[in-house]
Structures are given as C-alpha cells and as structure tokens.
T-cell receptor
Framework: GNSVTQMEGPVTLSEEAFLTINCTYT??????LFWYVQYPGEGLQLLLK?????DKGSNKGFEATYRKETTSFHLEKGSVQVSDSAVYFC???????????FGKGTHLIIQP | GAGVSQSPSNKVTEKGKDVELRCDPI?????LYWYRQSLGQGLEFLIY????????KSGLPSDRFSAERTGGSVSTLTIQRTQQEDSAVYLC??????????????FGPGTRLTVT
C-alpha cells in the first residue's frame, strides 16, 4: 500500500534560518505529492503540490521537487519567519479516486 | 465563498453512545472525503463519496462506523457504540471531482470527538 514518512518534530529554528523537512514515500504507480500546513487554531490547507516527476511545487517561499529516483518530496524554504510556525504534512494521492495518504506531520517552531 | 463546514465543533460523549458528525461541503463540489486525525495514528483516510455513492468503505476502522451522503451535498458520519479509541478529530474535505489530483481538497475545521 501507499505510505509517507517524514521527519519527526518538533523542529525548532531561529528566524531567517534555512528550512528542510524531509519526506519520502512508497507508492504503486505514479502518485501526486503534496505538502499541507496546519497553522495554530486553523484547518488543514494546501501549501504546494507536484503531479509528476521533476515537477517543482512552490508557494509562499516554500519549494519541493518531486524526485522519483529517490522517492522524495523534501520541503525547503530559504529564510523562515515566525509566522511559518505550524504543523506540516507531506501527503500523496495515488492514481485511483481514493483519499490522501499523509505522513505523521512535523511541528515547526520558529523563534524570533 | 463559504468553505467546508462541520458540526458540532466539539463533542463529548460517553462510551457506548452513538454519535453523528455532519459535513457541509463547498457548493458545487461533487466529491467528499472523511479523515480522522489522532495522536497515535496521525491523519487517516476513512471514506469518500463521488456524488451520493461511496465506492469503497474498506478504510472505515470498524463496522461501528458508517457514512452517508444525501442529495449530493451534506454527509453524516455515524459512530455506533463509541469506544475511547474513537477519540480524535474528524475532518471532512471536498473537491470538485474525485480521482484527479489537480482538484485541490478543501478541508473543514473538524469535529473534536472525546469519548469518556
């Protein structure tokens, strides 16, 4: 079956630091890959996505590249802000019409 | 426009009671999904509807769980004879159509269920 593994948190960084949150996946076929974010007290929202190999998703300064050879979709940001503090979920969707498979989430804390 | 709404936002129930959780998807979205978010299991997909039909119920945790969707809109997730391990946040999401990743899933705020 499908599965997603992401680094456990919490991850604590200082403002303006470089961020990487690792995500690897196992899936049959050619899944689409996503990063979702859950800010404190808010619902889950899509941050970025990539639907085929070598695609790069980007939004709000965050980027992730779909690497089929390493089955990875690592999230990066060059300079984080306090407002980026949230829980980040890596997810995949297989070719069928079923739901998303999520990683367990990474709690990111940015200190001023 | 209005997003996905869920009710109640919080529900505390005694072990053994039945509960119903409601989801109102975004107008015009034909596909609706239920997920469960718990400390031990993370975010799990439970079931989805395309229109009124639920093609695959195998993701439901047990036969105490059931879901229906009427009129292609509102959906209800019912848990019978609740157990403490059912305590979790139940999330609903909707999208224009199931099956294609180009259609973003929009999530509701969730219902926090606590079974005492």
């Amino acid at each position: 079956g499908n599965s997603v593994t992401q680094m456990e948190g919490p991850v604590t960084l200082s403002e303006e630091a470089f961020l990487t949150i690792n995500c690897t996946y196992t899936a049959t076929g050619y899944p689409s890959l996503f990063w979702y974010v859950q800010y404190p007290g808010e619902g889950l929202q899509l941050l970025l996505k990539a639907t085929k190999a070598d695609d790069k998703g980007s939004n709000k300064g965050f980027e992730a590249t779909y690497r089929k050879e390493t089955t990875s979709f690592h999230l990066e940001k060059g300079s984080v802000q306090v407002s980026d503090s949230a829980v980040y979920f890596c997810a995949l969707k297989g070719g069928g019409a079923d739901g998303l498979t999520f990683g367990k989430g990474t709690h990111l804390i940015i200190q001023p | 426009g209005a997003g996905v709404s869920q009710s109640p936002s919080n529900k505390v129930t005694e072990k053994g009671k039945d509960v119903e959780l409601r989801c109102d998807p975004i107008s015009g979205h034909t596909a609706l999904y239920w997920y469960r978010q718990s400390l031990g299991q993370g975010l799990e997909f439970l079931i989805y509807f395309q229109g009124n039909s639920a093609p695959d119920k195998s993701g439901l945790p047990s036969d105490r769980f059931s879901a229906e969707r009427t009129g292609g809109s509102v959906s209800t997730l019912t848990i019978q004879r609740t157990q403490q391990e059912d305590s979790a946040v139940y999330l609903c999401a909707s999208t224009l159509r199931a099956g294609l990743a180009i259609y973003e899933q929009y999530f509701g705020p969730g219902t926090r269920l606590t079974v005492t």
